[in-house]
């Protein structure tokens, strides 16, 4: 069963850079799975940030691409998110996630985020 | 990007009693690609619906899904007391993969 943990500093300066990582461990990050990043603001709901594939290829919200990066690292099993020049507003949990379950009765591969990291509370604030 | 709209935001039920969740999307999505979730505080959500009407593994069979087109439905048919928590719906098709707004089931 794939499980996923993400890591990082909690708090980070106005204007700075916000890093996290997610590690994957029972199973191996260059599976079929589209690999997913999503924030909850306090008291909000659910934003899709964006997702790589093992190969490299990615998709991001319109809204955050222009400051967010998501790589992977094979060698590590992990995938990270950067989030450049953050604001009060870039305060939430951020989950990262798997997208890619396997239907059995049809034989499609489903991109819903079917297995969730804990999430990590991250603040920004001098 | 495809919008997703939740209603009602708010729905308060007694247990044993039956709920129904709608989503309504900004465009017609492939009912292939409408997954629903429940987040109860302080934890990650759950994955429950996929391909609109499909439950994920270990979902009790008193969550279905429904609909195509732009309208989507969850239904609870029996509230259980772990059920009160907010569901989120997600249409994965398109990039972004955007979520609704999501409705707090409620004991009233």
């Known amino acids: 069963q794939v499980q996923l943990q993400e890591s990082g500093p909690r708090l980070v300066k106005p204007s700075g850079t916000l890093s996290l990582n997610c590690a994957l461990s029972g199973g191996s990050i260059s599976g079929s799975n589209w690999w997913t990043w999503v924030r909850q603001p306090p008291g909000k709901g659910l934003e899709w940030i964006g997702e790589?594939?093992?190969?490299?290829?990615?998709n991001y919200n319109p809204s955050l691409s222009s400051r967010v990066t998501i790589s992977v690292d094979k060698s590590k099993n992990h995938f990270s998110l950067k989030v450049n020049s953050v604001t009060a507003a870039d305060t939430a949990v951020y989950f990262c996630?798997?997208?890619?379950?396997?239907?059995?009765?049809?034989?499609?591969?489903?991109?819903?985020?079917?297995?969730w990291g804990q999430g990590t509370e991250v603040t920004v604030s001098s | 990007e495809i919008v997703l709209t939740q209603s009602p935001g708010t729905l308060s039920l007694s247990p044993g009693e039956r709920a129904t969740l709608s989503c309504r999307a900004s465009q017609s999505i492939d009912s292939r690609y409408l997954a629903w979730y429940q987040q109860k505080p302080g934890q990650a959500p759950r994955f429950l619906i996929f391909?609109?009407?499909s439950r994920a593994t270990g979902i009790p069979d008193r969550f279905s899904g429904s609909g195509s087109g732009t309208d989507f439905t969850l239904t609870i048919s029996r509230l259980e007391p772990e059920d009160f928590a907010v569901y989120y719906c997600q249409q994965y098709g398109k990039s972004p993969r955007t979520f609704g707004p999501g409705t707090k089931v409620e004991i009233k």
């Open positions: 391909g609109a009407s």
């Open positions: 996630g798997s997208a890619g379950y396997y239907d059995v009765w049809s034989g499609l591969l489903h991109d819903a985020v079917n297995v």
């Open positions: 790589i594939y093992h190969s490299g290829q990615t």
